[in-house]
C-alpha cells in the first residue's frame, strides 16, 4: 500500500451519517472519481499490482465497482464481466442471496461467461463486512470461475470483512 | 461512425425478447464489455471524437453508462460524475423524474459538482427512445452544467430518440 496514495484516497471519502439506515455510516467515494489525476492514480495502482497475473477478466460489482473494474481493464486490455442485482441480466444467470447489515441482497451474473474456468479480479469501491464481496466469491466459483483476488479502494478494517475472506487474497488502496 | 467499428458493436449486441417486460426488446451490451479489443476501441473511439473539446468533466448515467463513462474518464484524464438511480448519492442531489416505457424512474446527481458551469459529456450505452438522456440533460442543466453533447456505444433510430434532443448533439457509435 502506498502511503501517500492511501492518504490522498482517504481524503477524498466522505463519511456521511444514518444513511442508508439510522446507525449506519455511509462513504461517499464520488469525490475520487471527480479528481482526474487520482481516479488515474487509482486504475494506474490497481493495474501496477495485477499487470502480471495470470487474470482472464475483470468482474465488476454493481455499481459503484463498475466504475473502477471498466477503467482498471480498459487500462489492462482485459474483458469486463459485470455482477448486477437480479432482473438486469437477461437471459442465463447464476444468482446469490447474501445479508447485509440492512436486510438481504442478491446478485447475479452471466453462468456462460466463466466457461473453461476462466480466472476472475474481482473490483469494488469498498470493502465493509465483506459480505457482498463473500457473496461475489461465491457466484463467480458456483458459475465456474476461479477467483484471483479481490481488489478494493478502500477498505475499513473495523468492519473486520477479511474475516469473511480468509480464502482468498485482498487487496486494498487504503484504509479507513 | 466507422463502418467496421459500427458492425463489429453490432454483432456484439444480444437483442432478448419481452425483457424486462412483455413486448419490449431487450438490448444486452455485455458481449461488447466481454471482448477486451472491443472494448477497448469503443473507449477510443470515444476519445478521438472528444479529445480536443472543451469538456470538463464525463457524466456517467446508471448502470451500464458507468462501464464506458469511467474508462472514458480514465482514457481522456477527466474526472468523472455519476447520474445515480434515487437515493444512492447522499447528501445534497438534484433530482429529476421522467416517463419510460414502462412507467416513470428518477435519476439524481450531486449538485455540487457543476459549481461555477462546468462543461459535461454525457456517456451512455444505448440511446433507445431517448427519455434517459432527456432527462440527463435536463439534470445537468437544473445543476447548473453545460451539456456539451451526449455519446452512445449504440442508437436504435426507429425508436426516434433524437427527436427528443434536437437541441444538442448526439453521437453514437452504430445504429441498431
Redesign the interface.
Known amino acids: 500500500m502506498s502511503t501517500e496514495l492511501a492518504r490522498r484516497i482517504a481524503d477524498h471519502v466522505e463519511e456521511?451519517a444514518d444513511?442508508?439506515k439510522p446507525g449506519l455510516r455511509?462513504r461517499?467515494i464520488?469525490p475520487i472519481?471527480?479528481?482526474?489525476?487520482l481516479?488515474?492514480d487509482v486504475?494506474d495502482a490497481f493495474a501496477e499490482e495485477f499487470k502480471d497475473r495470470e487474470i482472464d477478466?475483470i468482474c465488476?460489482i454493481?455499481?459503484?465497482g463498475?466504475?473502477?473494474s471498466?477503467?482498471l481493464?480498459?487500462?489492462l486490455?482485459?474483458?469486463?464481466?459485470?455482477i448486477?442485482w437480479p432482473?438486469?441480466?437477461?437471459?442465463e444467470t447464476q444468482r446469490t442471496v447474501f445479508e447485509l447489515e440492512y436486510g438481504f441482497d442478491a446478485l447475479e451474473v452471466?453462468r456462460a461467461?466463466f466457461a473453461g474456468g476462466k480466472s476472475v479480479l474481482l473490483v469494488d469501491d469498498l470493502l465493509a463486512t465483506g459480505a457482498t464481496m463473500r457473496a461475489c466469491v461465491d457466484l463467480v466459483r458456483q458459475a465456474g470461475g476461479k477467483v484471483i483476488a479481490g481488489a478494493v479502494v478502500v477498505e475499513i478494517p473495523t468492519l473486520e470483512g477479511r474475516e469473511k475472506l480468509k480464502d482468498m487474497e485482498i487487496h486494498a488502496l487504503a484504509s479507513l
Open positions: 456521511i444513511f442508508p455511509f461517499d464520488t472519481l471527480q479528481d482526474a489525476e481516479f488515474g486504475v477478466l465488476g454493481e455499481a459503484r463498475f466504475l473502477f471498466a477503467a481493464a480498459y487500462r486490455q482485459m474483458g469486463m464481466i459485470p448486477r432482473g438486469k441480466l437477461p437471459p452471466h461467461a
